[in-house]
C-alpha cells in the first residue's frame, strides 16, 4: 500500500491500528535507514536520482522481514520501488483473483468484504462504514455505539 502512495495513517485505518504502530512495522529503525542512506549517498541505487531522505529502503530477500541484516536492504527511488515490487505476482486478499494494484480486484469486492451495514441508534437510518473506520471509532468512543452522523452523535449526548 505504500507503494501505491498511501500514507501510514491509511494504512493503519484501512488495517483497524494506529497509525505508529503501522509505522513502526513498516518503516526500518533510524540506524538502519542512515546507514543504508549513506551507503547509496543518499540516491537511489537503481537510477541514481537523488532521493534524499524520502528514499524507500528495499528488501531483496522478500522472505526476511526484520531489518537485523543491513546485506539486502538497498536505498531506492518510489519509481523503482515499484517497478520491484512490480515483479511479483499479487492476488486479491478476498477472491484470490490476480491484481496488479491495491489489495482486491474491484471496489465491489472490496466493499463486500470491508464495510460494514449499520443502523443509527438516533435516527434508525442504514449506512455503511468501512470495517477499519468502525473499528477505530469504537477504540476512540466510549460507547460501542456508531453513529450516521455528528448531528446524530450529538442528539445522544
Known sequence: MRLDGYTYLQ???HFGVSRQRTQQVL????KIKKLIQERYN???RDCGLLVGL???IHHENSD???YESDDNLYLLCISCHR???ALHEHFCLQCGKRIT???CCSKDCYRKY???NLICPTCGKQFSLLKGILALQKKRSKSDKTFCSRQCKRKTS
Not at 518503516?27 to 533510524?30: D, V, Y
Open 64 to 66: 526476511m522481514e526484520t
Open 101 to 103: 494494484r491495491y489489495t
Open 27 to 30: 518503516s526500518p529503525p533510524p
Open 83 to 85: 517497478k520491484r515490487h
Open 54 to 56: 524520502a528514499g524507500h
Open 42 to 44: 543518499y540516491k537511489c
Open 11 to 13: 494504512i493503519a485505518i
Open 114 to 116: 470491508h464495510t460494514a
